[in-house]
């Protein structure tokens, strides 16, 4: 029998774009990753394409528009810190049952997995078995660097053996910049390796030179986007206003966030806050002085499209993704001096001229780069030829 869906998208943190936003905001959920899968979702299901999108099972959901794609439900992932290792295990078994019986739901002739290495690459794996066994097309698409980083101290060869398995399973192989090209093409047949930009949102320019409210760290609490240099950045640069907005997820280190908190409460000049809902992170992105970034590796971060999309500057400690900050003169790149990045802050905080250009061609890139039809027709091509 002939699949019901053409494509199935398995993200589960997207079930927050599914429920009312009011009832919603502030729980745990969805980031870039998720938003980008869920623009995607919509955007194939427009183009005639029968989408399914596997999410967790929904608290409360919005109305369901006439047209796009079909939410398929899973139970939320039974995976967790555990005491023993028994417990752990047992419940990363219970996840991989969950996430299977969710793709036979789905019913797809394609699975496309937006989750890797860097966000935990159960489904990813449990997805490649499952399209194995059921003669079904995979496809992976990037998130970030690390996706295609390996043998790092602080993964098992287990898990990097079952993920190689997985990536060398999947049909197409979409990254988000020629750095995730050049890594992926290290491990992958180059053929099977496509670029493709992020989405961007279209949005309103703000007036970077007037709102000069503070500067926004936005993230997941994990240690590789390194929260705690966000902290020092705030204690070195006492005269300006920084707000600090952190999610916890399963992956948050319990000594981080108990680190974050007591360390926050000394810094009179920062604002720490609990994961916000979408809408209002997109306020306080415009109305800021810059969105800071302080991981070592990103993929093409959504805050960076969002900041740009609303004229905003980014200021980055480590990460320019393809130099396109210093190329097209739409941030500033420490490059990993940290003395560089306190003294770009002093400057962004004072110069309200320097931020309306900065934040003008960064608008002009997103319009350039990635228009929501433009990045569309691309995926649909590389999703066509994957289904042929």
């Not at 398995?10 to 009011?22: R, V």
């Not at 299977?100 to 890797?116: K, N, P």
């Not at 900041?307 to 500033?332: C, K, N, Y």
Request: charged share 25%; proline share 6%; net charge positive.
């Amino acid at each position: 029998m002939r699949p019901r869906n053409d494509i199935a998208i398995y993200s589960p943190f997207a079930h927050t774009f599914y429920e009312d936003p009011a009832s919603s905001a502030g729980r745990s959920g969805s980031g870039g990753a998720e938003l980008q899968a869920t623009l995607l979702a919509r955007h194939m299901s427009r183009r005639g394409m029968r989408v399914a999108h596997i999410v967790y099972a929904l608290e409360s959901p919005a109305p369901a528009p006439r047209e796009g794609p079909v939410v398929v439900e899973r139970p939320r992932r039974a995976a967790s810190r555990g005491s023993t290792r028994l417990g752990r295990g047992l419940g990363k078994l219970v996840d991989c049952l969950h996430v299977w019986r969710a793709l036979v739901a789905a019913d797809a002739r394609l699975y496309l997995f937006r989750t890797g290495l860097s966000g935990g690459s159960t489904g990813f794996v449990t997805g490649a078995m499952f399209c194995l066994l059921r003669r079904r097309r995979l496809v992976f698409a990037a998130s970030n660097d690390l996706d295609f980083i390996f043998d790092r101290s602080d993964r098992s060869w287990l898990v990097e053996a079952l993920y190689r398995f997985a990536l060398r399973r999947s049909r197409r192989v979409v990254v988000q910049t020629h750095r995730q090209l050049a890594l992926a093409r290290r491990v992958l047949d180059p053929a099977r390796v496509t670029p493709i930009p992020s989405f961007a949102e279209p949005a309103d320019p703000c007036d970077a030179a007037a709102d000069n409210e503070g500067f926004l760290w936005a993230g997941r609490l994990v240690d590789y986007k390194l929260p705690l240099r966000y902290l020092e950045l705030a204690r070195s640069v006492p005269e300006a206003r920084f707000r600090m907005i952190v999610g916890e997820t399963g992956e948050t280190p319990e000594s981080l966030a108990a680190q974050v908190i007591s360390s926050a409460a000394e810094i009179p000049n920062l604002e720490l806050e609990p994961r916000q809902d979408r809408e209002r992170v997109l306020q306080l992105i415009s109305r800021c002085t810059a969105v800071v970034v302080t991981s070592g590796a990103e993929g093409m971060p959504n805050l960076f499209l969002e900041a740009w999309a609303r004229g905003v500057p980014i200021l980055s400690l480590h990460f320019d993704p393809d130099g396109r900050m210093a190329e097209e003169g739409i941030g500033i790149c420490a490059s990993g001096l940290w003395e560089g990045f306190v003294s770009s802050a002093r400057q962004l905080w004072s110069d309200g001229t320097l931020r309306r250009e900065l934040g003008e061609r960064g608008r002009a890139y997103v319009h350039r780069m990635h228009s929501p039809n433009a990045v569309a027709t691309r995926w649909a091509k590389v999703l066509s030829e994957a289904l042929a």
